[in-house]
């Protein structure tokens, strides 16, 4: 923690008077949009989150457009959609694109740092944040990578093993964590976010991403987290059109596919659910320093999540689906005083996804853009009361786990189109009155205009796509993989 105390007050001039505010940008990892109390779920304790929530604006219908990883931290770097940045479904971010969101924060005159996972590649490629401090979990590309989490822990526990509870990075299943509760990679992504903002005193305003790894598994939270969920967690549903899904990929616990016991749902669950409550405690430790050195008025402060987890709905697990657990996620943004005239607590029902992230910080921070982008600021979205915003989002993935598992989508969060692309199977879900997607309407004669609708906006959509997306101005079966697009960043 020294190091990092010393490399933010190098320079103890306090900050100068300026008209840009400092940057918050919270995220977590597999964080499913429905697992916040200021969503409606009673269940979740968010009360940091919902503050959040409370003090600025909820985007109700918020999306991750390439539901996994990589590709989501692709979009979070350039605010483009996954055609524009490259990435179709889970493969490596490129080493540099025309508009990385620090680098242009950077150029924009902040000082940017970011803490815990960024899963970038080299993995000491920062992509323009003057500092780093990095906890990229289990994930060592070779031999001379240690992860400065890892490094921390070996420092403070040289005879115990980070990994002593031995669930693995997919695993489905829940357990409390057996290791002291201060060397939780969650409480040290928050001690180290804390640090930089009790011992900031650089001149210039700072653009700071803290990103923890959870509630992404492994599930496991310390046990008064989990005893905090012995009971009231949300069963998992299951669609009668899921039962596809019932059989196992695997016998081992990295199951992508697969109904298990009741109980062992169950823990996951509880699990799932106690690792979210203690990411949003240790947000309250962070918005705490903040509030302390006198800043809370002075920053704007966003969170997200990368995509969201199935967690046993519709006997799936993990993400890289089109269904509402995996691809909508949480997105709040909380404005300093004067930035934005619009009420607070506002709850939008406008479509956004990921690339509206970089957008909106990008704006707030003066960045001057070489090349336009495809996101746009939520700050306008309110501001303007949602006038002149888009009608649908996009969503895509190409082939992960299995061929199956291969889609197209767009919503507009009260209804939602999806395209299979291996067999051409459709799916139309009313969101509004089937929120868990139980219901697929696509062979009800009554919702033929509706699918034939959305039908011809994804044509309209791969339009500038063409082959192998539309054969003869109509979807055409893509078997194969199409992992990434013409407009990948080649090195």
């Not at 992504?189 to 005193?201: G, I, K, M, N, R």
Request: hydrophobic share 35%.
């Amino acid at each position: 923690m020294h190091a990092l105390a010393a490399s933010t007050a190098a320079a103890q001039t306090p900050r100068r008077a300026t008209s840009k505010p400092n940057v918050l940008f919270l995220m977590a990892d597999q964080h499913r949009g429905d697992c916040l109390r200021a969503d409606g779920n009673t269940a979740a304790v968010t009360p940091n989150l919902d503050r959040l929530a409370k003090e600025g604006a909820r985007f109700r219908h918020a999306y991750s457009s390439t539901p996994t990883c990589t590709p989501a931290r692709a979009c979070l770097l350039t605010g483009m959609s996954p055609w524009n940045h490259g990435m179709l479904g889970y493969s490596r971010v490129a080493k540099r694109y025309p508009v990385d969101l620090p680098r242009m924060m950077k150029d924009a005159g902040y000082y940017t740092a970011a803490v815990g996972k960024l899963h970038y590649t080299p993995q000491r490629n920062y992509h323009g944040y003057d500092m780093a401090l990095l906890d990229e979990s289990g994930r060592a590309e070779n031999v001379d990578f240690r992860s400065d989490y890892r490094a921390w822990f070996y420092t403070e526990a040289p005879n115990l093993n980070p990994d002593a509870t031995g669930v693995g990075w997919n695993d489905y299943k829940g357990k409390a964590y057996v290791l002291p509760e201060r060397l939780h990679p969650t409480a040290w992504t928050a001690d180290v976010a804390t640090h930089f903002l009790e011992s900031y005193q650089r001149p210039e305003p700072f653009f700071l991403k803290v990103s923890f790894a959870r509630p992404h598994s492994p599930y496991d939270p310390p046990q008064r987290w989990m005893d905090r969920f012995r009971e009231g967690v949300p069963p998992a549903v299951v669609a009668p059109w899921a039962k596809r899904y019932e059989e196992r990929n695997t016998a081992r616990d990295d199951i992508w596919r697969g109904r298990v016991s009741d109980e062992e749902t169950r823990t996951a669950r509880q699990a799932y659910y106690g690792s979210v409550g203690f990411v949003d405690e240790q947000i309250g430790r962070i918005l705490a320093a903040l509030e302390k050195r006198g800043l809370l008025e002075e920053t704007l402060i966003l969170y997200t999540s990368d995509h969201g987890d199935m967690t046993g709905d519709q006997n799936l697990w993990r993400k890289s689906y089109a269904y509402e657990p995996s691809a909508r996620v949480p997105v709040l943004v909380r404005w300093p005083e004067g930035f934005l005239s619009a009420r607070r607590g506002h709850v939008r029902d406008e479509p956004v996804e990921l690339r509206d992230i970089p957008a909106t910080i990008m704006a707030a921070g003066g960045a001057n853009l070489p090349v336009p982008i495809d996101g746009r600021s939520l700050a306008d979205c309110v501001r303007r009361d949602g006038e002149g915003w888009r009608e649908w989002i996009d969503l895509e993935h190409d082939v992960c786990y299995a061929k199956e598992n291969h889609w197209n989508a767009l919503t507009d969060g009260r209804e939602k189109y999806i395209y299979h692309a291996m067999d051409g199977e459709e799916m139309l879900f009313d969101l509004r009155g089937d929120p868990h997607e139980t219901r697929n309407l696509a062979g009800d004669a009554a919702h033929e205009p509706r699918l034939r609708e959305w039908r011809g906006r994804l044509v309209k959509h791969f339009e500038p796509r063409g082959e192998p997306f539309l054969k003869g101005g109509k979807l055409a079966l893509r078997p194969e993989s199409m992992l990434l697009s013409p407009n990948y960043p080649r090195a």
